[in-house]
């Protein structure tokens, strides 16, 4: 069964506007982190935001910041004011113990 | 501090070559973890180490991949005999504790 499920393969936004990235999961424990990693395509995976589990509010990087719905088992990440160097791939993980799962990523292109 | 140093960038070999792959992790980190990245199969875990001892290698394709830490600053993944369908991106990332993960620029392996 698949740990985080990204639901939207490819993704697209007007330069400046705003876009969301969505992310489930599935988990039945309490205690745990969420990731967003960017993969631009020199395919470096660089971290772009973190989430305590048993944090209420909302993980806030600058341009970017997470809807993470506890309940609702939800962590999409939401990018203000894209830039060209956003265009990446986008990948959501799930750490549980020592172990990460990512998602299969969103494709994300910006529209000069 | 350098970050995740991986070593060789890139590598291109013949089909039944040994392939070593190396991996510095972030000093002071107890956890290193190996990835493979392809189109087809997305980002795989082969294996993670923590304080040197691996821990799960359940992701390590076959008897051909092989991976060692001899100590907290030093890990390699072997392919031996290499094949065709071994050609990915091999990354590194390292753990303090247990948090974020933090990978290396990866090491893109064509395997003719």
């Known amino acids: ?112 | 501090d350098a970050g995740v140093i991986q070593s060789p960038r890139h590598e291109v070999t013949e089909m039944g070559q040994e392939v070593t792959l190396r991996c510095k992790p972030i000093s002071g980190h107890n956890s290193l973890f190996w990835y493979r990245q392809t189109m087809m199969r997305g980002l795989e875990l082969l294996i993670y180490f923590n304080n040197n001892v691996p821990i799960d290698d359940s992701g390590m394709p076959e008897d051909r991949f092989s991976a060692k830490m001899p100590n907290a600053s030093f890990s390699t993944l072997k392919i031996q005999p290499s094949e065709p369908r071994d050609s990915a991106v091999y990354f590194c990332a390292s753990v303090l504790r247990t948090d974020t993960q933090y990978f290396g620029p990866g090491t893109r392996l064509t395997v003719l």
Not at chain 1, 60 to 87: C, H, M, P, W, Y
């Open chain 1, 1 to 112: 069964a698949q740990t985080v499920t990204q639901s939207q393969p490819e993704m697209s936004v007007q330069e400046a506007e705003t876009v969301t990235l969505s992310c489930t999961y599935d988990t039945s424990e309490s205690d745990y982190y969420l990731f967003w990693y960017k993969q631009p395509p020199s395919r470096q995976m660089i971290l772009v935001i973190r989430q305590e589990a048993y944090k209420q509010q909302n993980a806030t990087e600058n341009r970017f910041s997470v809807n993470f719905q506890k309940a609702a088992k939800s962590f999409s990440l939401k990018i203000s004011d894209s830039q060209l160097g956003d265009a990446a791939m986008y990948f959501c993980a799930y750490k549980r113990g020592n172990q990460f799962y990512f998602g299969t990523g969103t494709s994300l292109t910006v529209i000069p």
